[in-house]
Each structure stands twice: as C-alpha cells, then as structure tokens.
C-alpha cells in the first residue's frame, strides 16, 4: 500500500521558518519523482504546485516561492522535505507532499501525481 506521510506543519510568525517532512513508502523512492503542493483557504480551495524534485535531484519552483523554499530528498530515509524560510501571511495553506512514477521538466502538475499525503497545516501569523 502506498503511503505519505507529512509532518511539520505548525503556527509561526512572519519572517519565520518551517521545516516539512514527507515519509514515503509501498514506492521504489529511489526512482519516484516528488512535488510539494498547496490548498489556500477560500472557495475554490485549488491545488498548487509549489515544489519539485526529480529522480536525479533536478529541483524546480514555483516564483511564489522561488528563493524561499527548498525542496530536498533523502533517498536512504525515504523523505521528501520542503524548507521554508521568510514566511509570508499567503503562505498559509495545507501543504501536501506527492508522489509521481514519471514527470517532465519545471514544477509538477496534479495531474502527474498519483499517490498523496494527508496534507499538514501551515499558518503564518502576520
């Protein structure tokens, strides 16, 4: 069964840092390319690519977050992590970590992905 699992999520003020965590597993991780994404509060309450990484460690962002936030994987511990640094009010959202068996250049879409975590909370204090 596939699973992930994030955590790291919390309340914290502006300026602030975050550090979120994605275990994988039931996926040879080795070989999976990996996304961060967020759901703002709202209405429509879409869900945006923030965040990849590729099988070889190839990293790409979205420009909302692009200096901010560092997505990095650990093959040996089957995690996925996005740092986030200088935090914004409009970065509160649930963050989800997601799992792709293949996947093209630049931030993923939602559509490539095909196992998802829970989603952990965020929110930034202004």
């Known amino acids: 069964q596939v699973q992930l699992t994030e955590s790291g999520g919390d309340s914290v003020q502006v300026g602030g840092s975050l550090k979120l965590s994605c275990v994988v597993s039931?996926?040879?991780?080795?070989?999976?390319?990996l996304g961060w994404f967020r759901q703002f509060p709202g209405v429509e309450r879409e869900l945006g690519a923030i965040?990849?990484?590729?099988?070889?460690?190839?990293?790409s962002y979205a420009d909302s977050v692009k200096g901010r936030f560092t997505i990095s994987r650990d093959n040996a511990e089957s995690t996925v992590y996005l740092q986030m640094s200088s935090l914004k009010p409009e970065d509160t959202a649930v963050y989800f970590c997601?799992?792709?068996?293949?996947?093209?250049?630049?931030?993923?879409?939602?559509?490539?992905?095909?196992?998802w975590g829970q989603g952990t909370q965020v929110t930034v204090s202004s």
């Open positions: 997601a799992a792709a068996t293949l996947c093209g250049g630049g931030v993923p879409s939602p559509a490539e992905m095909v196992a």
């Open positions: 039931g996926l040879p991780f080795g070989d999976t390319c």
């Open positions: 965040a990849g990484i590729s099988d070889i460690g190839t990293t």
